[in-house]
């Protein structure tokens, strides 16, 4: 077995293991009595108040954001400026003519008649929501397939 080479304690290497220690205790004895980094606004952040101060504007909110209306609060407010709907518009629509019509025929009657969309497809809106009303309500819906593309009033 071979010796390991002994480590002499010179006093150039006691000296600087004793100073790290005493320099973390004097660190934790600080860390206590002072604020914490997190705690004491940075110089940054000091110029950055005092700028925004200087133009007069305020640091936090006075008061809460406002809150956004409920959906009961929502849905009363549409049923007094009541527009009629893409699809209660198509619906009469469809009753009026007593033939099968295409979805970009449909829109176009649908917008003559009043219905305002700011989609650049139109007629693949009008057509979706036919569909999904047609899958949901079954029977029960206003409108019934009468071929590919193709849409007519059901009868009721």
């Known amino acids: 077995m071979a010796k390991k080479a002994a480590v002499k304690n010179t006093p150039s290497t006691q000296p600087a293991k004793a100073q790290a220690g005493k320099t973390q205790d004097n660190a934790g004895k600080k860390a ?29 909110p006075e ?24 699809l209660d518009l198509a619906a009469g629509i469809l009753v009026e003519s007593k033939q099968p019509l295409g979805a970009k025929a449909l829109a176009e ?25 047609i899958k949901a309500k079954a029977n029960a819906s206003r409108f019934a397939k009468a071929g590919k593309g193709l849409f007519t009033a059901r009868a009721q």
């Open 109 to 133: 009657r649908v917008i003559a008649a009043g219905w305002q969309t700011t989609g650049r497809t139109p007629e693949a809106t009008l057509y979706s929501a036919i569909s999904r009303e």
């Open 63 to 86: 008061a809460a954001p406002p809150r956004k209306p409920s959906k009961n609060a929502a849905r009363a407010n549409v049923a007094r400026d009541k527009r009629p709907s893409a």
């Open 32 to 60: 206590m009595e002072t604020k914490q980094d997190h705690e004491m606004p940075s110089a940054k952040e000091v110029a950055n108040n005092a700028r925004q101060a200087a133009h007069g504007v305020k640091l936090a």
